[in-house]
Structures are given as C-alpha cells and as structure tokens.
C-alpha cells in the first residue's frame, strides 16, 4: 500500500515547504516520518547492518535525506529537510543514550565488577548526550538559533558549511556561535552546573 | 557535632542566572582578546554576575580542543568501528568541583544526620542566606553516573508543584560531592511512623500520597520507587498529619522508560511487568502497583510478595496471586481489600488506570461509599471462576453466581444507600455508575463466556432500585439518568435473547426520554435520549424479525438525529448518530428487500463518513466506520448486480482496514475485520470468474481466521468466520477441480461447526452453515443423495427457528435443487417454488444463478434465457451453469479474460 518513491518524495516536498511557510500541521506530519526512518537507520547501524545509499554519505541525517528525498532534491527543500531532522535526530540519540545507560545500571545492579564488559564507546558518550539534550532546553530559554545550531552541528553531524546553509547565516557567524555554544555549554556540563 | 564548611557554589537567583548565562553567551562569541573589554563595559551594580561570567570563562579556556567536537551522531557509527572515542567526556573524570563561592561563607551549616541510603545521606542543614532549616541530601562521590542522575532527580521533583510532593530547593555540590536542598519535613517516614497509626490515618495519608504521585504522573513523572520509606508523614503543631512524597531518586521521563534493562526501584515494591523478559515500556500504572503493595503492608503489617533473595520476589511477584487479605487481626474491611487487589493486579490493565483513580476510591471509603475496585474485582473474580469451571457453571454454577451479584447488587444498592442517604444524588450517581459498569463492563467480560444470563439478577435489582425511589423526588436530569439505565438494561436483555423481557424497560425509557423532549424540545441532550430509546425500542423490534414495527422507531431516530445535526452542524458526535440511524434505516429497508432504498441511504452514510473522516483525518474509529460504510453500499450493490461498482467499494474497504491494521498490529478486532473484508472482496471476484485475485484475498482471509482462532478458541465469531473462510476457500479450489483439497476444508469446516449447533438458544448463523457445509460435502459423495437430504434437514429445521432468513432459504433451494439433479423428483417442484420467490425482483446472484439453473433442469429454457443473459450481463461466473446453459443451447458470457 505504500506509494511509489516519486509521489512520496513530492508529498515530503510539499509537507516541507508547508512547514516552512509557518505550517504546525506540516511538522506534525513530518515529524514521524523523518524520527522513525532516523531511527531505522540507527537501529540498522547498531545491528551492523548499514547500507549507504550513496558514495558520499557521511551521516544518518545524510543518508535519511538520500533515501526519502531522493538525490536530486533541491537545494531549498534539503535545507528544510536538515532543519526538521537535526530536532529528530536529537530525539533518536537522546533515546538510544537513555537505553544504553539504562542497559549499564542494570548490568551493574545484576553483576557488580561484570559492568565493566558492557561499557562500550557508546555507552560512555550517553552521559554527555542527555547531559546537552537537557542544556539545551535551557539554552532555549537564551536564544533559540543556538539550540538550533547546536542540533545541527552535535545531533545531525552537518558540517560548518551546511550549517550555515540551513540557518541562513554566514560561515564566520556559525564559527562565532559554535563558539559560544560550546563554552556556554561546558559551563552547564559540569556536575554541578546550576539547573 | 563538627559543622563542615559547605561551599555555595552558585547562590544565584532565576532572573540572575539567566543573566549570567546570557552574558556568558555574548562573551564567548568574541575572540578571547575582546571579551575583557566587553565584560568591562557591563554595569557595575552587575559585578558579581560579571565574576561569575569570569569565572565560567576562564573554566572554559582548558576546553579541551574536541569538546563536542565530534557529532553525537557518529557514536552510533562508532560501534561498528574499531578504537576508542574521543576524551570529551565530562562524566568519566569529574574535575575537581570544590571551587570557592563568591561570598566567602558557607551557606549551609550540617546539622544532625537524618538517615541515609544506598547513595546518599540526608542531613538536617541551616540555610544561612534564606535563614531557614533544609533537608540537605549529600551523595557519595565516586560514582561516575550520580551528576547525570541527580539533574534529572532535581529536575525531576522540582518540576511538580503539589500538596503531597516534597519540595526541591536548590542542588550544589560540596567537595565534588553532589548534594540538593530540599524542605524540612518534621516527622517521619511512614515506615517509622506505620505502627502508631490508626486504620483512617493510614488510609487518609495513603489517599494524599496517591494525588500526589498523580500529580507526579501528570507531569510525565513516574516515581518507580513507591515505598512506605519514601513517604515523609509530617505533624502539624495541631497534630494534624500530612503525607509527602519524596525521593524521585530514580524517576525517569516517563517517555523511555524501559523495563528489563533497567531494574532500580526496591524488588518487593516492584511492579511484575518490570521484570518481564520483554522489555515493555512502563506507565503509571507500575507506580499503582508499588503503591498497592505499600498499601498492602500498611493495613497488614507485611509484604505480599516475600522472598529471600531477588530470585524468589520475582517469582513471586510474576505468579504467586496476592495473597488475602481476609484473615488478619484486626479485619480489613472489604472495600479496602478490594482496593488492595485492584492495584496489585499482574496484569497492568486490570489496575487502576491513574493514581488519581485510587485515591478517589479510597475517599469513597473513607466517605463509606461505593468502592469502585469492588464491583470491578468481583467481576473479575466471576469471569475467572466462570472460564476455570465452564462446565460446572453451566448447571450448578448459576446458583452461586447469583448469590454473589445478588450479594454484590444488594451491597451496592442497599446497604450503602442506607448509610448515604443524606447523599441522594451522590448516591443515585453511583447506582447508575454501577448499572453502567454491570451493563458494559461485566457484560463484555461474561459474553465470550456465554453467560449472559447472570445480568439478569443486576438488571433485576437495578429496576427494582428505581421502581423504589418515587418520581416526583427525581429531577429532570436524574429522570433522564434513570431512561438511560433502562435502555441499558433492555440492552443486557436483548443480548440474552430475552426479547419480552427487553421491551418493557425500553418502553418505559422511551416514555420517560419523550417526556423529558417535550419538556425541552429544543434541547439537544434530551433530543439525543429520545433517538436513543427510539432506537433501542426499534432494535429490540428488529432483533425480534418484526421489520414493521422497528421502521417507524428507525425513522424517529433518523429524524431526531438530522435535528441534532441541523442544530448543531460542527457537532461530529451528532454526525455519527446520523451515519448510524441511516444506516440502521437502511439495514431494515435491505431485510425488506428495499435494495435500492437501501443503497441511498448506505450512500449516505458513505458521504458522512467521508466527511468525518476528513475532519478528522487520524480518528480511527471513524476510518473503521467508513470501511462499514463501504462495505455496506457494496452489498447492496452486488444486490443490485452492480458488480463491478461492488467490488470497488470492498476494495477501498479492505484499503481502509488494512491501514488500520497496520496501525496496531496487536489489535485483533481489526485483524478480524481486515480479514472479513478479504473474505468479502474474494468471495465476489470468485462469482466473477476472477480466480487468481479471490485466491489470493480468500487464502489472506482463511490465514487470518485461522491464526486468530488458534490464539483465542473460545471466540465463537472467530471460530464462525473461520468456517466460512474455508467454506469460500473451499468453493475456488473445487471450481479450479483441486477438489481433494477442498472436501479436506470443508470436512474441517465441518468438524468445527458441528460443536455450535446444539447450542441453546439456537444461533442463526451456525444452524445456516451447519446446513450448508453438509450441502457442500455431499458433492465429494459417490451418491450425494444421503447428503443432500441431511443438508436439507438441516436448512429445513433452521428455517422453522428463522422463517425470515433468505440466505437459508437460497441454500434451501439449491439443496433442493441438487437432489432433485440426483434423482428426478418432487424436490425440483418445491426448489423451483422457493428460488423463484427469492429471485423475484432480485438482481442478486446469489438469488439469479440457483435459479437459473432449476429453470434449466426444469427445461424451461426461455424462462431461462433472460435470467441468464442478465446474470452474464452483470459479470457473474460460474463454470458448472455456463456448461449446463451451453449444453441446451443457451447464451454463454462472452470470455472476456
């Protein structure tokens, strides 16, 4: 019953454009699209096993784009695209950080000196991403492009150029934000940042 | 004892915070080089903001160079890679966190130790700069997870704002030592406190610790460590006691919280579901459990499910039932033991839905009302006692189920009403409430047991109880409470099959709804009572098969709900009443043989559907309706010979339910429906010849029904569709001559009907099948004759029960039809009689093409031609009567595929 890839490339397109132009049905909508792929993606990822649909890909974000979007997307609609899927990429990650940590204390509550065996990579970033998941809300309350940028640099992995691109500002200004961000951020970090 | 010097780390308010924070923001924009400057240029009366910005800035100098430098995306990606991640981890090395505050004295002084836990202890502390006593809770450091979980605790409980939530200051840290500030409470914890408590207090601070934890809930908050050490019991200078919950130590967003992987809580006080293999994801109801469990240990004095090691109170908690309540000294009153139950269900539906659910059952309690948990756990109980002894309740049984409804009925309605009398509408609220709950609730829990009967005592009772309360002390709104109590217990009535029985009650609602309409005709909750006892009146009429005196009752239900409509166009519920009073309208029409009629009306009940639907594009329920909807106007069409038009709209019918299906794949009403539909849309295309596309959707059918009644084989609809999914199967493979396989389905079809047919009262639709899979069998026989007569026997026997089943009579004839094949006798007289009386005026083929055929027999050859120049006209298919029709020299269709 699903359409085929043309008609649901264009419904994505419209559904975008809709949600550009100030649509909060058209983020409903989108929004569970662009999280479950993204989470499909990463599920695949985790299992090993993970198919890049194009040469170049370099990020979930990327590849999600390439298989729902199709590779001649224009330009407008991938920006679009990259600003609402930073939001869920941030979602998928802060989700699969809370699984993994809680994968960890419970491995510790069963078998006290066996938690070591499960601390993978992942799991020992899990702290800092629920740690910035949770800053950001409060970054919100300070400047919400921060936040914004923050997700597409830490959660989506664009690079400066592409930032700079979906937000609509120059590079010297991601250069000078990201800055900041990260500063600001360190300072919530810190165990014992104020809440 | 010593007082320690405690730093304050950040003695800041909100409003000066948010300031820090911008200004930390702003300057770190700047190149290093500028930011002095700009800093500089801030107001002086900000300067010990601007000390902080400082300090936050210089922290941030020794930055390491890939602070989040790497995307977080990539550490899924880094599973599959081999190496180590980057060093940008804060949490793995806490620096050193002791660093001074900004006003030189401590701010807390450590009074006493108030107690201490697995992670922390808590501490009487004096707030010097609020000049107030905190509790301050110190965590042991060392623990390279505590920061992270003690933002989301702080955060967690201060985010609620309630009565019963202990109230959560500030957080800090004193020598890389996490810790948090919270209020004072004087007092104890209820598990100190428990033994001098008396039954009300008990139950008074248990009712306050569930509003609370449901304000908790409310907020996304589950605290998964509801325990009786986790509940604070403070005294008032007047002696007053006041619960307050604490300690969300563990509570997670409720929003990922996961099960097995992730076992905090206290093991006796963990819900079963937490140790599931599976991970499923928790709700509040696994608070509802904890709390019943420290429900149970309060009035008990011990824990329901005891083990010594971890091993044991899991199995425990997984299969031991809870244990009773029933003997302990002093005795627990039965409501309580009822609440007790209800929250420590194993299955989390059976519990409480919401914590607010318990606490206003235990106000009902205290208030001596009707405990809600009571009825429902007795049903419970009943449904249980009924599935483990079928047999047994089938005779002996109905006697003490109904000494115990009886029971129940008089405790709900007598007793109680005794004690609350100066309660009346309360108390008329809650016998209506309990009425409703026997008629829906415990009427969905005894059907598939087929025991309907039982409600006969409720309903009884209930009537008895309003026949008891005069009139003229009834308001309007309670009169009109009293008519929806009687149309629900005509309903339980009509359900048991004991029509003479329905019609009283619903007369008498209707004569009150019509009453009250008169009152207020303009008034749309009375307009909408009347179409509902109209309705009940005119159904109690249908079931009875008596189609004219249901249509006038149909008619003033279609048109009060039109009224509701054009009195309120946005009203989408009015909307829906007008769907299904067409519907029902044309539901009628159809038994008439009104087909066209019908069809209009079905078509408007497509066109409302629709309509709903697209206001409201993710209600399912409505989606479910339309696909009705379709289905109904493309019976009608096939009716009509309209085949084509037909077999659109089951197939944007069979469209709909897969969408739905596919929505929750565990949802088995809709599993069940998308397999009527395939069976629906198979069995046309198998009469239009279309033999690759019915075998495909009749095999789809056949695996649904036949799955469906191997999960659960006391469904008797289940169990009836999946015979006549094999009955269909069985029919394509014998006109595609695999006809070992399809005697093989219809012999199986046969072995499961044969244990529905002796059921008492007769159930329409099994005696039909009975006859027909007989019917069908006997084509397999060398000599079909002795089948052929048991079929007729059967459908015979079937029609004297149900005079007005046309389907039985269609299979009637063509049983009758194929004998009189076998052996040339009279049955071809009575078989040309009954399918010339069905095929009159008919454009259904399931009325045309027997008909056609016992023409031929007859060689009444051009009464036949146009019968079957009409039926290959509309597309019908069926090899046996082209051969039969070609052999006397008859028009054949013409091959079109």
């Given at each position: ?14 559904l ?6 100030g ?56 920006r ?26 419970g ?16 799991t020992?970033?899990s ?15 300070i ?7 923050v ?7 664009l ?9 609509e ?12 961000a990260?500063v ?12 | ?15 000066e ?37 400082q300090r ?8 390491p160079?890939?602070?989040l ?5 990539l ?44 992670m ?6 004096f707030?010097?700069?609020?000049d ?9 450091a ?22 019963h ?11 890389g030592?996490?810790?948090i ?18 039954l ?21 908050l ?8 986790n ?52 709700d ?8 019943g ?16 090691d ?7 908690l997984l299969?031991?039932p809870?244990p ?6 002093p ?21 409480y ?5 318990v ?7 205290l ?5 809600e ?10 449904t249980r ?7 047994a309740?089938?005779?002996?049984g109905?006697l ?10 008089a ?20 016998a209506?409430?309990l ?9 969905q ?34 009169l ?17 099959g004991?029509?003479?029985?329905a ?17 207020a ?23 009875a ?6 249509r ?5 239900y ?9 009195a ?9 009443e007008?769907?299904?009073a067409?519907?029902?309208?044309a ?35 409505w989606?479910?309706?339309?696909a009705?909807?379709h ?22 019918e069979?469209?709909l339910r ?5 929505l ?6 809709w599993?069940?429906f ?13 009469y239009r ?14 695996e ?27 029919e ?27 059921q ?5 639709g ?6 027909v ?22 459908l015979r026997a ?9 389907r039985?009579r269609t ?17 071809l ?26 023409l031929?027999?007859?060689h ?38």
């Amino acid at each position: 019953m699903t359409g085929t890839p043309p008609e649901h490339t264009r419904e994505l397109t419209q559904l975008l454009r809709a949600w550009r132009g100030g649509s909060q049905e058209a983020e409903a909508e989108l929004w569970p699209i662009l999280y479950r792929e993204l989470k499909g993606l990463a599920r695949a990822v985790l299992r090993g096993r993970r198919h890049s649909a194009g040469p170049q890909t370099t990020t979930l974000v990327h590849e999600a784009c390439l298989r729902l979007m199709g590779s001649e997307v224009d330009w407008n609609d991938r920006r679009h695209f990259f600003a609402v899927a930073a939001r869920a990429m941030r979602f998928v990650l802060v989700d699969e950080a809370r699984h993994r940590l809680a994968q960890k204390r419970g491995a510790e509550q069963g078998a006290g000196e066996l938690a070591e065996e499960v601390i993978d990579p992942a799991t020992l970033r899990s702290p800092e991403v629920l740690a910035v998941h949770q800053a950001l809300d409060r970054l919100g309350e300070i400047n919400p492009r921060h936040v914004k940028m923050v997700e597409l640099r830490y959660f989506a992995g664009l690079s400066l150029e592409e930032t700079a691109d979906v937000l609509e500002v120059s590079r010297p200004t991601v250069v000078r934000d990201w800055r900041a961000a990260r500063v600001w951020l360190h300072g919530q970090l810190q165990p014992t940042a104020p809440l | 004892m010593r007082e320690p010097a405690l730093q304050d780390p950040h003695p800041w308010t909100p409003p000066e915070l948010h300031r820090i924070d911008r200004l930390v923001l702003e300057a770190a924009a700047l190149e290093a080089a500028h930011r002095d400057s700009f800093l500089a240029r801030q107001a002086a009366s900000e300067k010990r903001l601007v000390e902080e910005v400082q300090r936050r800035l210089t922290a941030a100098q020794n930055l390491p160079e890939n602070f989040l430098a790497s995307p977080a995306s990539l550490f899924i990606g880094d599973l599959t890679l081999e190496g180590a991640p980057g060093e940008s981890l804060p949490f793995n090395n806490p620096p050193d966190l002791n660093f001074p505050g900004s006003s030189g004295e401590a701010r807390y002084a450590l009074k006493e130790r108030l107690g201490s836990g697995g992670m922390a202890s808590v501490y009487r502390a004096f707030d010097r700069q609020l000049d107030r006593h905190v509790a301050l809770k110190l965590f042991r450091a060392g623990d390279a997870s505590i920061p992270i979980r003690l933002l989301t605790e702080a955060r967690a409980q201060a985010r609620i704002r309630h009565d019963h939530v202990l109230e959560i200051y500030e957080t800090g840290s004193f020598q890389g030592r996490p810790f948090i500030t919270m209020r004072l409470v004087v007092g104890a914890t209820l598990a100190e406190k428990a033994t001098e408590l008396s039954l009300e207090q008990k139950i008074r601070l248990l009712e306050q610790t569930a509003r609370g934890l449901h304000a908790a809930h409310r907020q996304g908050l589950l605290h998964r460590d509801v325990k009786p050490s986790n509940i604070l019991v403070e005294t008032s200078p007047e002696g007053d006691l006041k619960a307050w919950v604490s300690d969300f130590g563990i509570a997670t967003e409720l929003q990922g919280a996961r099960a097995a992987s992730d076992l905090f809580g206290t093991p006796h006080y963990m819900a079963p579901e937490r140790f599931a293999a599976t991970p499923t994801t928790l709700d509040r109801r696994s608070d509802v459990f904890s709390f019943g469990v420290t429900l149970y240990q309060l009035l008990s004095g011990r824990l329901p499910f005891a083990g010594e090691d971890l091993v044991e109170i899991r199995r425990n908690l997984l299969h031991s039932p809870s244990p009773s309540l029933e003997n302990t000294a002093p005795p627990i009153p039965a409501d309580l033991r009822a609440i007790v139950l209800k929250c420590l269900a194993k299955n989390p539906q059976e519990r409480y839905p919401t914590a607010r659910a318990v606490a206003l059952d235990l106000q009902r309690f205290l208030d001596g009302e009707i405990v809600e948990a009571h009825t429902a756990s007795l049903a419970y109980r009943l449904t249980r006692f009924a599935q483990r002894h079928r047999s047994a309740v089938a005779v002996a049984g109905t006697l003490a189920v109904l000494l115990v409804l009886a029971l129940m009925v008089a405790a709900g309605l007598g007793l109680r009403a005794v004690q609350a009398q100066a309660r009346e509408e309360q108390r008329r609220a809650q016998a209506e409430e309990l009425i409703r709950f026997m008629v829906l609730d415990l009427r969905q829990r005894l059907e598939p047991l087929g025991r309907l009967e039982v409600l006969d005592a409720v309903g009884q009772k209930a009537l008895d109880y309003f026949a008891a309360v005069p009139e003229e002390r009834l308001t309007e709104t309670e009169l009109g409470r009293r008519s929806t109590a009687l149309y629900q217990i005509g309903e339980v009535y009509l359900q048991q099959g004991s029509l003479a029985k329905a019609v009283p009650p619903l007369l008498e609602s209707l004569e009150l709804s019509q009453r009250l309409a008169d009152r207020a005709p303009h008034q749309t909750d009375r307009l909408f009572g009347l179409g509902q006892s109209h309705f009940w009146v005119g159904f109690a009429h249908w079931e009875a098969g008596n189609g004219s005196a249901a249509r006038p009752h149909f008619e003033a239900y279609l048109d009060l709900s039109r009224r509701l409509v054009d009195a309120e166009p946005g009203n989408n519920g009015f909307l829906l009443e007008l769907a299904y009073a067409e519907s029902n309208l044309a539901a009628l029409l159809e038994r008439a043989g009104e087909i066209q009629a019908a069809r209009r009306r079905y078509a408007n009940v497509l066109g409302i559907m629709a309509d709903l639907v697209t206001r409201e594009p993710t209600n399912s329920e409505w989606k479910f309706e339309l696909a009705a909807a379709h289905n109904s106007l493309g019976e009608a069409l096939r009716a009509l010979g309209e085949l084509e038009a037909a077999t659109q709209h089951f197939r944007q019918e069979l469209g709909l339910r897969q969408e739905l299906a596919s929505l929750d794949p565990a949802h088995r009403p809709w599993e069940d429906f998308l397999g009527t539909s395939h069976q629906h849309l198979g069995t046309l295309l198998l009469y239009r010849g279309r033999w690759e596309e019915a075998r495909e959707h009749l095999s789809a059918g056949f695996e649904i029904f036949t799955r469906l009644t191997a999960e659960d084989p006391t469904n008797a609809i289940w169990q009836y569709k999946e015979v006549w999914s094999r009955l269909r199967l069985g029919e394509l493979l014998w006109a595609q001559e695999e006809r070992d396989d399809a005697l093989a389905l219809w012999q199986l079809a046969a072995d499961l009907t044969a244990p529905w047919v002796n059921q008492q009262p007769p159930q329409e639709g099994w005696q039909r099948t009975s006859g027909v899979v007989a019917l069908h069998l006997s084509q397999g026989e060398e000599d079909p004759s002795p089948g052929l007569v048991k079929a007729i026997g059967k459908l015979r026997a079937h029609i004297r029960v149900f005079p007005d089943d046309r389907r039985a009579r269609t299979w009637l004839g063509t049983a009758l039809l194929r004998l009189a094949e076998e052996t040339n006798p009279p049955e071809l007289n009575e078989a040309l009689l009954i399918l010339e009386s069905l095929a009159e005026n008919s454009s259904d083929f399931h009325h045309l093409a027997p008909w056609a055929r016992a023409l031929l027999r007859a060689h009444r050859l051009e009464r036949a031609r146009p019968v079957l120049e009409r039926l290959w006209a509309v597309g019908y298919r069926d090899r046996e009567l082209e051969a039969l029709s070609q052999e006397k020299g008859l028009p054949v269709p013409l091959s079109e595929q």
